[in-house]
């Protein structure tokens, strides 16, 4: 038996179906759990001795709002190189992760007794407001962790101690990571030397899309041709 599917018995014996294991790479271990438990399951895995997951390494949040959409087009789009593209999922048939919801945490924990890791995924239940509880009071680092979620992505904690912005200004209007925040941003700041000091006006850079694009035709693309010299084009 494997590290991971022993952890992985060790981890759904001590939650009792609390979470449910989802796909990740092969030396990963992942779950994703109910907002209504989230609290219980992180008390298990960090006091089970046979656990002890007593670190959380991070904590980030998730904004599929564009989840298995088409990222971009190319001439000659391929899953790898400088190309690579997305295939469009059709509206019917588009993943839906985490029940369907827009907003989600993942935290990612650390076992230094028994050197095991685990990722768990919960889910925000609400897209215009959404919330889960506040892991700090189970593990100390959740604090800042929890406050750049608020910061970047809007997601509020339930039970912080000091949910408030860590990463932008302190009028900062919007959550930069969120899938539809403007990637030029919406206003920009600058030093106006007739008031002597700063100020901030809508911004002024013209907006653009950061797409890879095919600059040659080679003949590395093409699966057929793989192992053939690269042809110089003339």
Known sequence: MSTVSALAQQVEAHLAGRARRVPALAEELAYEV???????????????????????????????????MDQWQTESATRTGFSRGRTPYEEAERPAPVGGARFAVAYQLLSITHNHRVRLRARCESESEPVVDSVAGVW??????????????????????????????????????????????NVEVRYDPERKRVVYQPVSIEPRVLVPRVIRDDNRYNPALRDEPAVPRS
Not at 34 to 54: I, M, N, S
Not at 59 to 66: S, T
Not at 145 to 163: K, M, T, V, W, Y
């Open 34 to 68: 109910e907002p209504g438990v989230l609290l219980e399951v992180c008390r298990t895995l960090r006091d089970a001795p046979e656990l002890k997951f007593e670190m959380l390494m991070d904590l980030a949040g998730v904004d599929y709002l564009e989840y298995g």
């Open 140 to 185: 100390a680092s959740a604090n800042w962790f929890e406050r750049e979620a608020f910061d970047l992505f809007g997601i509020l904690f339930r039970g912080h101690p000091d949910l408030r912005r860590i990463l932008t200004d302190y009028g900062f209007i919007g959550h930069p990571f969120r899938k539809d925040f403007p990637l030029i941003g």
